[in-house]
C-alpha cells in the first residue's frame, strides 16, 4: 500500500526537525516545506536542507517571500535580537523576535502544497511551553486554522476535506523534544537555531533560542554537538 | 481625528478596485496589498499601482512569493486558460485557473500587514456568485478566517483583536459591483481582469475573467473602458 503523504514545516531547528523524525516514524511520506522569508542568515535554510536529506523525505520545497516589506520583527528587520536573557524571561511575554502572523503564512502554504499533492496531514512543531508568549502557537488557533483550512479547499466545498494539523511537541519540554528526536535518531549536529551566529558561523549562545537549546540539551542529559561561541 | 486604518487586498481587477474604493469611501485610510505569485504577467500588479495611486492610498505594499514551486492551477502553471466557455459554464464548479489555498495565503500576509500598522479592517473583494466553485470565496470560509485571524495575533492573546474581514461584493453581481464603482468614481480603465491578454496587450475577450467582465459591464449599462482584441 502506498504510504499516506504529510507535509511537513521544516525550518531546520531543533523542534520542526523532531516533528517531522515523528512523522516519518509514523509512516507518512514526507514532503517537507521551508521559507525562505528575509531572516538573517542562510544557515537555517541550509540545515533544513541537511535534515530533509537525513530523512529522506519525497520532496523538498523551497518557498520565498519579502516578509521584510512588511516587516514588525527582530528576525526580519532592523531591531536587535536580545541577547543574554534567561529562559524564564524568554518564557513571558511576546518577544521582538515574534513575527506578525508568520505561523499562520507557513501553514497556509503548508495547506497550499497539501491540496495540491493531495496530503491531509500537516506536520507542525509548534510548542508552547518555551514560548508562551507567540499566540499562533496555542492549540486553540491551531485547532481555529484547521477549521479554516477544512473550509478553504476543493475538499471542502464537497464536504470532504479531512486536513489534520499534527503538532506532536506543543506541550512538550525542550528536553522532552529533545529525548524523542535521540530516541527517533535525529542528528541534531544537521539542525541550526542560533538567531544570530558570529561571523565565524558559531551559534551566539546568547540568544533566547541558543539559551532554550542549551538548557534542553542539559536537562535532556545529552551533549548539544553545535559548534558555541 | 486619524482615520481609521485598513488593508485592503488589490489586485488590479474590478472586484478588489471596487471594495478599495468602498473603503475609501467609508472613510478608512488605505493600505494597498498586491501580490507577485508567478502569474503568467506582470499586467496585474502594473494596474494595481494604478488604481492604489488613484485611490491616493496612503501606502502601496507588493509581496512577491513563488507559489509556481507549489502550483496546481492555469495561473501559476502550465495549463492552459480555458477559452470562449459561457458565463454559466463558468458559474458552476472549481476552474482550472483556481490556485489552492490562495485567498488563505492572501489573507495571511493581510493580516501580517494589519498587526504591523495596527490595523483591524480587512477589505477583500471575494464574491461567491461568478465564481461560485472557489471554496476560499464562501461566507463559511471567510468567517473561519476571521475567527482564526483574532486568535493568532498579539492582540488575540490579550483578547483584544477585533480583526474583521469586510467582503462588501461577496453576494453582489458583477453588474452591481460595476454600477457601485461607477456611482463611487472608480477609473475601471486602470484595471485589468484578462487572464491571456494579446501581444499586443489587449485583453482577449475570450478567457472567463474578460466574459464575466464584458457580461458585468453590459448588464450595468456600461461601456467597459478597456482595449479588447
Not at 519579502?66 to 543574554?84: Q, W
Not at 524564564?88 to 506578525?100: D, R
Not at 494539523?165 to 528526536?181: D, N, S, V, Y
Request: hydrophobic share 40%; glycine share 8%; net charge positive.
Amino acid at each position: 500500500m502506498a504510504k499516506k503523504k504529510a507535509v511537513v514545516l521544516l525550518s531546520g531547528g531543533v523542534d520542526s526537525s523532531t516533528a517531522a523524525a515523528i512523522a516519518k516514524k509514523k509512516g507518512f511520506e514526507l514532503y517537507a516545506l521551508t521559507f525562505r522569508y528575509g531572516q538573517r542568515h542562510e544557515r537555517e535554510v541550509e540545515a533544513a536542507k541537511k535534515v530533509a536529506a537525513f530523512l529522506k523525505v519525497k520532496e523538498h520545497l523551497t518557498v520565498d517571500f519579502n516578509l521584510r516589506a512588511i516587516g514588525g520583527s527582530a528576525l526580519t528587520a532592523e531591531i536587535d535580537v536580545p541577547k543574554g536573557r534567561s529562559t524564564k524571561e524568554i518564557g513571558h511575554g511576546i518577544p521582538v523576535t515574534y513575527v506578525p502572523a508568520r505561523n499562520t503564512i507557513f501553514l497556509s502554504f503548508a495547506l497550499a502544497l497539501a491540496e495540491k499533492i493531495k496530503a491531509e496531514d500537516l506536520f507542525f512543531g509548534a510548542n508552547i511551553l518555551d514560548y508562551s508568549g507567540y499566540p499562533d502557537c496555542r492549540p486553540e488557533y491551531i485547532e481555529a486554522f484547521e477549521r479554516m483550512a477544512n473550509l478553504a479547499t476543493k475538499a471542502g466545498v464537497e464536504g470532504k476535506s479531512r486536513i489534520k494539523i499534527h503538532t506532536p511537541l506543543i506541550r512538550m519540554t525542550k528536553a522532552e523534544i529533545i529525548r524523542k528526536g535521540l530516541e527517533l535518531g535525529v542528528d541534531y549536529s544537521l539542525t541550526w537555531s542560533c538567531y544570530d551566529p558570529t561571523r565565524e558561523g558559531l551559534a551566539c549562545s546568547l540568544c533566547d533560542s541558543c539559551q532554550l537549546r542549551l538548557k534542553g540539551f542539559k536537562e535532556a542529559g545529552a551533549t548539544d554537538p553545535l559548534p558555541y561561541a
